[in-house]
């Protein structure tokens, strides 16, 4: 029953957020708490704040302590965030541009003014901001499927070569009967 530093990090790791790299441009909704008054008159508002920009940089990796810098230009004035992916405050992360990039860390757009600031790339498709794990299991269900069909292929060639080693005419015109009768009832 020992568990592992490692074991209890990757139980901790959030899986309802996409893929996101440095080039792509996202939508951080983050909790935003709010305290007004002071004693007894208190009052607690909570509220949803986004943050939109382009991802300058990914640290951490997948692990508990990973972190995405999301620069924005406000107002003429370059603003930058640091969002650790896993923290409770951030509600979900929506993705709307993906741009391809050369370099892990976008550092030089630090230094770009105007149009330069504005990354070149294609709009996201409502199916791409799904968590990963959705993606995988929509990919895993295809490929089992594909991989049948090719299984029934690789199968039925192989039933193919040995009929022709073995010199068998009966297995094939089997096949040959199979295949009528397949056809004949659909």
Partial sequence: MTITLQEFNQSR???DLPDIKPGHVVKVYQKITEVKGSGKKQEIKE??????????GKKGGKGTNATITVRKISGGIGVEKVFPLNAPTIEKIELIKITKTRRAKLNYMRDRIGKATKPKGEMIEPEENKPKNSAKTEEDSESKEKGDIKEEVKKSEIEKVIAEKKGNKTVEKDKEKKDNDEANSK
């Fill in 13 to 15: 790791v959030r899986t």
């Fill in 47 to 56: 509220r949803v704040q986004i943050f939109e920009g382009l991802v300058i």
